[in-house]
T-cell receptor
Framework: GIQVEQSPPDLILQEGANSTLRCNFS?????LQWFHQNPWGQLINLFY???GTKQNGRLSATTVATERYSLLYISSSQTTDSGVYFC??????????FGTGTRLLVSP | GAVVSQHPSRVICKSGTSVKIECRSL??????MFWYRQFPKQSLMLMAT?????????EQGVEKDKFLINHASLTLSTLTVTSAHPEDSSFYIC???????????FGSGTRLTVV
């Protein structure tokens, strides 16, 4: 099946810093989404981005489907950005396959 | 926006008993729902795809007799962990796929502890 790797696995930032999270995948995909899992386990959908670039406030994402990767940018990070970030892919068979995740800790 | 209600949020049960977890789409219909399991500091692993009115499709390595899935309506899927053992302790998350928008919405998860 499709392989989804995220990097870095762990990231510690000072409040106000910027960061880039990467998602590499092994096959062509129909859909790609980025999620934030908060400390209570709730998954929040950040972007639906099978290709191109989108921005929402301090967050933006870019997917280059032909090169099989996606990037999530976090600017001016805040402590509330802490948690785990997942990319998840839809291979055309409906189910979403989740990446390995990036655990982010933003310290004050 | 789309909301999925998952209950209970936390449950502790004795080894050998069964536990039922409900996943309900509140404002949309979902012919297809998904059940995931997440161990501490790991990613979400798909357990099964639940289809309204038909049998669930289980991922390789998931025991269908242990994890019973029922999807009797377009808004409700249930996961029953039968004869639970301590190794079944985990965080279980459901997801519902909107029949109209094809968007995926996740429940808030159920933390199961088997003692």
């Amino acid at each position: 099946g499709i392989q989804v790797e995220q990097s870095p696995p762990d990231l510690i930032l000072q409040e106000g810093a910027n960061s880039t999270l990467r998602c590499n995948f092994s096959d062509s995909v129909n859909n790609l989404q980025w999620f934030h899992q908060n400390p209570w386990g709730q998954l929040i959908n950040l972007f639906y981005i099978p290709s191109g670039t989108k921005q929402n406030g301090r967050l933006s994402a870019t997917t280059v489907a032909t090169e099989r990767y996606s990037l999530l940018y976090i600017s001016s990070s805040q402590t509330t950005d802490s948690g785990v970030y997942f990319c998840a892919l839809n291979t055309g068979f409906q189910k979403l396959v989740f990446g390995t995740g990036t655990r982010l800790l933003v310290s004050p | 926006g789309a909301v999925v209600s998952q209950h209970p949020s936390r449950v502790i049960c004795k080894s050998g008993t069964s536990v039922k977890i409900e996943c309900r789409s509140l404002d949309f219909q979902a012919t297809t729902m998904f059940w995931y399991r997440q161990f501490p500091k790991q990613s979400l692993m798909l357990m099964a795809t639940s289809n309204e009115g038909s049998k669930a499709t289980y991922e390789q390595g998931v025991e269908k007799d242990k994890f019973l899935i029922n999807h009797a309506s377009l808004t409700l899927s249930t996961l029953t962990v039968t004869s639970a053992h301590p190794e079944d302790s985990s965080f279980y998350i459901c997801s519902a796929r909107d029949d109209d928008s094809y968007g995926y919405t996740f429940g808030s998860g159920t933390r199961l502890t088997v003692v």
